[in-house]
């Protein structure tokens, strides 16, 4: 009896030990959490696979290409695209065929990962002491418990790219990006505890290397940074704060929410926080560490700058007389197109560009020179490429010489100018200093796939690639220790940095009751839209600006979530985007404050004599500038998704400026909307088709149709909806398509098409490229449609900007 009740005890004890690990309900128990001793799990079959009892997250072999796996934690649920957003690899570098490769748990506690074609084991967790066996469970984390229950080996203790919440970030366990979105080798960019107890990122290249993050041009202090921590320890909570050892604390903008969250160092060298919005099935970026993206380095490889240009966001462009080595790859960089040495000639001439700097390689730093002296030292070095000639204070100058050109950046923070030598017997065209219009990148949209095809015996070539890869990463350190000593020698450390450190947000706070001052209590509306009423304020300043209500978004959405989103949306400034100046945000009200704009709407000046074709076609190029911007290269960061002639406001010289992107997503989030309607956003008539089919993935190409709908209308003066012109039956784009095709090949179909109501008169060849423009934009297919940078390219080499 009493040994009976012991048997109780013991189990009852069991049991509760195992709670806080395996939330032991009846149900989770039967799930597959838990690999026992001694068995395994096979590549070849689908439902080998463990699943933590809350179910979000799934341990298995990845298919990262074609008979290529990797055995891997993702979140079981895949995003609305229907990708799988992957958390850990055991071997990311060395995927594993998909024929007879084993994941195994040995008697002794030890986890092995096999490919039947190596001999040797390609992963293994290498217990060595542990004699006894172990169960491997997958919960948050995927780790190895022994019979006393301790945990004896664990994924959290070797991420890859991604720390979740409660993870630990330590100094022996850095994170390290991928290679690129497709291939989920090691990338180039880590994120690392270093020396003085400092979190850095470092870009490790293969052929150079370099920190960039926090600002290496200011000390860790400056950045907020302490360099005093007894720990190296990072990590993110449940609520979305970070908090981490050397003073690094942030707060993700939805933090106090639930959430599921993640942190990663992405691809681009950029390291942000996300939670998912699981009724869209995307992640959403909450933080992110670097704003400018330029400066994060290796983006654009040597002799090129990466710049934000008011045409495109982000753009690498070789510097002149140089071309793209790689046309799918920014990376490697550009060679010249010429090949006379630069050295020893003293003929060789400068060439000036305001506002640009590469970062590092300095051959020698001269401090208090003039430019002469400075082109004298630079002409002086065989292997110089060129200066910095930077204003540091008190009209004193200082001299960076180059001798390589190196994480180039354009910003009109930076006060300094960059002078590049070129050959005398070159002959430039002095006209020919932009960098912006550069070779363009091919971003690939088809995703590579990885083939393994192993010989069943051990391949010598392995081995020596990985060794040379061994000493491209230790040279790698080695080049970053050295240039961070080089770097620290030599730059000023008075430099000037009040460009660089920007408060996060600059927005002024109103109070409720100033706003119902300023508006007259809400009594002069000038639009509607975007999810509220806009009413036109005047401050006693006379300033007069444009105050929106915004009646969605919900109550319980506090004043920092607000902010947060309109400090994003802040940081985009661009000519041809609206300007927030100020938000409030006073229990259930929210307001934002925006510029002013004189003429209001594109939609009520549509019909209006005042817009003469001249002005019509730049506020097509200034829309378009506006869009690109906002999708920047390849990354695509905000999407309008409601682009109309509501949102396109001009101010009083009929500039356009694109109004109220980004608030759908403001507006979106309280989750109380069912699927489609939240998949179907934007406004009939400029709705993009793949709007309407739930799998089709929702990119920037929504906002190109958009746009050539909202072209199209300013051509024809027909409303793509089609309620007030009796003639226009069907689709606008077809409707001027059935016009050429019944010219026949001539120039007649213009005549017909051009809305005859407007004044002046049009050149017939610029009218032609715009409307063909907009029916390219207007695609059913999204891949036939031009990108924003595009049409803005094709607009300004075909039609300039003038004398339309
Ligand atoms: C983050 O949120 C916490 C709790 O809401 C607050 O105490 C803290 O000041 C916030 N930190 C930052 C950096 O905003
Ligand atoms: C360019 O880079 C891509 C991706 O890194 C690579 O697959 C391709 O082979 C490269 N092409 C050349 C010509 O080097
Ligand atoms: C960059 O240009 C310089 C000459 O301007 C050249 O010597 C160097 O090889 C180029 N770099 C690459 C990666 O081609
Ligand atoms: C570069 O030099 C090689 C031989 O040294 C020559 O054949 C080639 O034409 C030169 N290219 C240019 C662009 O001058
Ligand atoms: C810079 O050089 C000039 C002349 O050589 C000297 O008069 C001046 O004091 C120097 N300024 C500084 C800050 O060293
Ligand atoms: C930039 O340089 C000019 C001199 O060329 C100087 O007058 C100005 O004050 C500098 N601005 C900053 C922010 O350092
Ligand atoms: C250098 O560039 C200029 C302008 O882009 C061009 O006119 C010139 O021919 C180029 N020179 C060489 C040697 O490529
Ligand atoms: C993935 O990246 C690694 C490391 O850069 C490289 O060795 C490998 O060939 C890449 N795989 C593909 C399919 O491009």
Redesign the pocket.
């Known amino acids: 009896m009493a040994s009976l009740f012991l048997l109780h005890v013991v189990s009852l004890v069991l049991l509760l030990s195992k709670t806080p690990m395996l939330s032991a309900s009846p149900t989770s128990l039967s799930l597959p959490s838990v690999l026992k001793p001694g068995s395994s799990l096979s590549v070849e079959n689908k439902d080998d696979i463990l699943i933590s009892p809350n179910g979000l997250f799934t341990a298995g072999f990845y298919s990262v290409g074609e008979n290529a796996y990797c055995f891997s934690v993702w979140f079981t649920k895949p995003l609305a695209d229907e990708s799988h957003t992957i958390v850990w690899m055991a071997n990311r570098d060395v995927p594993v065929n998909g024929k007879r490769s084993k994941l195994s748990l040995s008697k002794t506690g030890n986890l092995v990962l096999r490919d039947a074609a190596q001999p040797l084991p390609i992963w293994t967790t290498n217990i060595i002491d542990s004699k006894e066996p172990a169960q491997l469970v997958m919960n948050n984390n995927l780790y190895l418990k022994n019979e006393e229950n301790q945990v004896i080996w664990q994924s959290f203790g070797s991420p890859t790219d991604t720390l979740l919440p409660l993870q630990q970030l330590t100094k022996d366990t850095p994170l390290v990006s991928s290679r690129s979105l497709t291939n989920y080798s090691s990338g180039f960019y880590k994120l690392y505890f270093d020396n003085d107890n400092v979190i850095r990122l470092v870009y490790n290249g293969p052929r150079v290397s370099g920190v960039y993050w926090p600002n290496p041009m200011i000390t860790a202090w400056a950045s907020g940074r302490s360099t005093f921590a007894s720990r190296r320890t990072a990590s993110l909570d449940l609520n979305g704060h970070f908090v981490s050892s050397d003073s690094l604390i942030f707060n993700t903008s939805d933090s106090e929410n639930q959430a599921v969250r993640r942190l990663t160092v992405d691809v681009d060298g950029n390291f942000r926080a996300y939670s998912l919005d699981e009724t869209r099935g995307i992640w959403k970026v909450t933080w992110q560490a670097i704003a400018d993206t330029c400066r994060v380095h290796g983006i654009c490889g040597e002799n090129s700058t990466c710049s934000i240009s008011p045409n495109h966001g982000r753009k690498c462009s070789c510097i002149?007389?140089h071309t793209m080595i790689n046309q799918t790859d920014w990376s490697y960089g550009c060679r010249p197109?010429?090949n006379i040495t630069l050295c020893g000639n003293d003929e060789d001439e400068f060439l000036h560009f305001p506002h640009f700097d590469f970062f590092g390689y300095e051959a020698r730093f001269v401090p208090n020179v003039t430019l002469d002296e400075c082109k004298k030292v630079c002409l002086g070095i065989c292997n110089c490429k060129g200066f910095h000639f930077n204003y540091e204070t008190n009209g004193v100058f200082s001299c960076y010489t180059k001798f390589r050109l190196l994480n180039g950046f354009r910003t009109v923070d930076s006060n300094g100018s960059m002078y590049l030598k070129v050959p005398k017997?070159?002959?430039?065209?002095s006209n020919?200093k932009n960098f912006v219009h550069g070779d363009s990148l091919v971003c690939s949209e088809k995703l590579p796939t990885i083939r393994i095809d192993r010989a069943y015996e051990k391949n010598p070539k392995n081995e020596s690639v990985k060794s040379l890869m061994i000493f491209t990463y230790v040279f790698g350190a080695l080049e970053a220790i050295c240039f961070i000593y080089f770097f620290y020698r030599t730059r000023n450390p008075l430099k000037t940095t009040q460009g660089y450190i920007q408060a996060a947000t600059g927005f002024q706070r109103f109070s409720y009751a100033e706003l119902k001052k300023a508006t007259n209590n809400f009594s002069k509306e000038i639009g509607r839209g975007g999810g509220g009423i806009v009413y036109k304020g005047e401050f006693s300043n006379n300033r007069v600006a444009a105050v929106k209500l915004l009646k969605e978004f919900s109550n319980h959405q506090g004043e920092g979530e607000l902010l947060a989103e309109i400090s994003t949306l802040g940081r985009l400034n661009h000519m041809n985007l609206i300007d927030i100046w100020g938000y409030c945000a006073e229990r259930k009200h929210k307001l934002l404050v925006y510029e002013y704009m004189e003429n209001g709407s594109l939609a009520q000046n549509l019909h209006s004599s005042k817009l003469d074709w001249g002005k019509r076609f730049d506020i097509a190029v200034g829309t378009a500038k506006g869009l690109a911007y906002l999708h920047e290269e390849c990354l695509e960061w905000v999407l309008h998704c409601d682009v109309k002639p509501h949102n396109i406001l001009l101010d009083s010289n009929w500039n356009p400026k694109v109004a109220d992107f980004g608030l759908s997503k403001l507006l979106d989030r309280d989750g109380t909307h069912n699927l489609e309607f939240t998949r179907a956003r934007g406004t009939r008539g400029y709705m993009a088709p793949e709007w309407l089919f739930v799998n089709h993935p929702i990119t920037s190409k929504v906002d190109v149709y958009s746009y050539g709908v909202v072209v199209l209308e300013m051509i024809t003066g027909r409303s793509p909806t089609g309620d007030q012109s009796v003639e226009s039956k069907g689709r606008l784009d077809s409707w001027v398509k059935e016009k050429m095709i019944a010219a026949g090949g001539t120039n007649d179909w213009i005549k017909e098409v051009v809305d005859n109501t407007v004044v002046g008169n049009y050149d017939s060849s610029k009218m032609e490229i715009l409307t063909k423009v907009a029916l390219r934009c207007s695609e059913e297919d999204k891949d036939a449609r031009p990108t924003m940078s595009q049409v803005v390219d094709m607009l300004l080499d075909n039609g300039g900007t003038r004398n339309f």
């Open positions: 002149p007389n197109k010429f017997s070159i002959r430039l065209s020919n």
